[in-house]
């Protein structure tokens, strides 16, 4: 039982370049959702999906997209990274009032 | 749209004191509310989650919170802290169900002094 698994767990990138990181769940869940933590900010959403082909924006989407083509996948797209969006990203799964967290990506923009 | 304030984003405990860890929300319909701990370099792990039903709800660790609809607080306790507590606590909100993500506060990094 994986949960929800984030990959990759590192990156650096290059100012310009983009990425795409890939967020999987087996549970199931209708719901997910994306998040940045950064230093005394705690985390802010960024977007989410309520299911398949279903996104919304959340707190904090500029210089994000995403997309919900099946339930167990939900990516999270930078199309030009920016040294502003040197962060720790999370993704989550939910059901009702049950959130399941990935381990998190520590991308570093330079 | 609802947010959370968390007051104090450093507390300094000795051992064996009380831990109180504040935590207000802001919600026009009725939320469900959780309280999560995160350890150095580490995820995020569920302390404990008031969905509606009792008031008072106990956690992991020996933590538990009481919700006040009343004055819109979630505060975190604790008896009696330890070292192992020492960690970034947050609290965060959470009204559609599930189903629009949650909205945290800032966090409380909390120190236990010796």
């Known amino acids: 039982n994986a949960g929800v698994t984030q990959t990759p767990k590192f990156q650096v990138l290059k100012t310009g370049q983009s990425m795409t990181l890939q967020c999987a769940q087996d549970m199931n869940h209708e719901y997910m959702s994306w998040y940045r933590q950064d230093p005394g900010m705690g985390l802010r959403l960024i977007h989410y999906?309520?299911?398949?082909?279903?996104?919304d924006q959340g707190e904090v989407p500029n210089g994000y997209n995403v997309s919900r083509s099946t339930t167990e996948d939900f990516p999270l797209r930078l199309l030009s990274a920016a040294p502003s969006q040197t962060s720790v990203y999370f993704c989550?799964?939910?059901?009702?009032?049950?959130?399941?967290f990935g381990s998190g990506t520590r991308l570093t923009v330079v | 749209a609802q947010s959370v304030t968390q007051l104090g984003s450093h507390v300094s405990v000795s051992e064996g004191a009380l831990v109180l860890l504040r935590c207000n929300y802001s919600s026009s319909v009725p939320p469900y509310l959780f309280w999560y701990v995160q350890y150095p370099n580490q995820g995020l792990q569920l302390l404990l989650k008031y969905t509606s039903a009792a008031t008072l709800v106990k956690g992991i660790n020996g933590f538990e919170a009481e919700f006040k609809k009343s004055e819109t607080s979630f505060h975190l306790t604790k008896p009696s802290a330890h070292m192992s507590d020492a960690a970034e606590y947050f609290c965060?909100?959470?009204?559609?169900?599930?189903?629009?993500?949650?909205?945290f506060g800032k966090g409380t990094h909390l120190i236990i002094q010796p």
């Open positions: 989550a799964s939910s059901y009702g009032s049950g959130y399941t």
């Open positions: 999906s309520v299911g398949a082909g279903i996104t």
């Open positions: 965060a909100v959470s009204i559609g169900g599930g189903a629009d993500g949650l909205t």
